[in-house]
């Protein structure tokens, strides 16, 4: 058995070992010129993740878990007399509702069952009714059950009604396919600790260079201003104090995900582990809990609890192999569980998985 703690959980994830010698760097001031050269560094690789990006998007970096980036991006890039439109089907799109309504911002919601789909005829009637909504907030991934949510559809609507698309991609940037243009994104949250294979504690936020300067100081708070954050890390200054090992850990991250030949080849590397967990399980008599493979995001599956089987037992028996497994949330919690596969995994270990897996279920 290895001696590592495999991560199957959806982020943080297992390291990798250069990743995690790189928070071992030299201690670094965040006023020293080292610093602005890595701030920079990372924030320009940010935007060359996806090429179609790298010369229409800034990369806004804030010290704080993906949460903190979705709500800079709705606070900040949703204007005062704009409207946000949440098109939701699991935990975190209805997070983002209660981001706006904490926030004190108008805005409306269209929420499908946490098993569907996201509902597209409803969100083109509500763009229909009311002509003050600016923007549509929607989630990538919804990590609540793997489902990798069909943007395509909404986002040619929001392009061509004109309205700019954030999207929640903290759990699926650099690992699947965005289309910042044909989706008229303006912004795209992210995290250093998920699909990008960094250490928790850094999110980020490409903003569309077309929406900086339309809404500045519109932002709920001084921490989760992104303009303000964007000016200081332009001028080279951060706001306030980074966490600046874990801007290390990514720099190495990103350095890796480019050596490793892009987010297209870590989704296939996603894909195939993916493929063989979800096949591993099906010979053991588990499928997949939603209704077809392809719903599911390269990453992440969700399948159902075995009856019988409480998922207490089943993680503290995964975890005596070294697995961490993740339960479902809410009213999920007692019929499903999770099992990604970002960060530093490897075949092997998926296999290894599988067959503890088998030994807890006989
Ligand atoms: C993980 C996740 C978040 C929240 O990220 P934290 O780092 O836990 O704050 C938001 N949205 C999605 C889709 C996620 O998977």
Not at 212 to 229: E, I, Q, R
Not at 268 to 281: F, I
């Amino acid at each position: 058995m290895s001696d590592r703690t495999r991560l199957l959980n959806p982020g943080p994830v297992t390291l990798s070992s250069r990743v995690r010698q790189a928070l071992l760097r030299s201690d670094l001031c965040h006023r020293e010129p080292e610093f602005v050269e890595l701030q920079s560094d990372v924030r320009e690789r940010l935007v060359r993740v996806y090429s179609e990006t790298a010369d229409r998007y800034a990369a806004v970096l804030l010290t704080g878990s993906g949460t903190a980036a979705v709500e800079a991006m709705v606070g900040s890039l949703i204007p005062s007399a704009g409207k946000g439109l949440v098109v939701a089907n699991g935990i975190y799109g209805e997070r983002i509702a209660s981001m706006l309504q904490k926030q004190g911002r108008p805005f409306r919601s269209v929420n499908a069952k946490w098993v569907e789909p996201i509902d597209l005829p409803a969100a083109r009637k509500a763009l229909d009714e009311d002509p003050s909504i600016s923007h549509v907030v929607t989630v990538h991934h919804e990590t609540t059950t793997g489902r990798l949510n069909d943007l395509s559809a909404l986002g040619q609507l929001c392009r061509e009604r004109g309205v700019g698309l954030l999207v929640d991609a903290v759990s699926s940037f650099g690992g699947e396919s965005i289309d910042f243009a044909g989706w008229n994104v303006q912004g795209c949250a992210g995290t250093a600790n998920k699909c990008l294979h960094g250490a928790p504690g850094i999110s980020f936020v490409l903003i569309d260079e077309s929406a900086v300067g339309k809404s500045s100081s519109n932002a709920p708070s001084f921490y989760l201003d992104l303009f303000a954050h964007l000016d200081a890390q332009t001028r080279g200054q951060p706001l306030c104090t980074p966490a600046v090992q874990v801007l290390y850990a990514l720099q190495e991250a990103l350095e890796e995900l480019e050596e490793l030949g892009g987010w297209k080849q870590r989704h296939a590397k996603y894909a195939a582990l993916s493929r063989q967990v979800r096949a591993g399980l099906r010979d053991r008599g588990i499928p997949l809990f939603l209704p077809e493979e392809s719903c599911y995001a390269s990453m992440l599956s969700s399948f159902p609890l075995p009856q019988a089987l409480r998922f207490e037992d089943l993680h503290a028996q995964a975890k005596r192999s070294g697995f961490v497994i993740y339960a479902g949330q809410q009213f999920l919690k007692d019929v499903m569980f999770r099992v990604a596969v970002m960060g530093d995994l490897t075949s092997a270990d998926m296999a290894e998985f599988v067959d503890s897996l088998t030994e807890i279920l006989d």
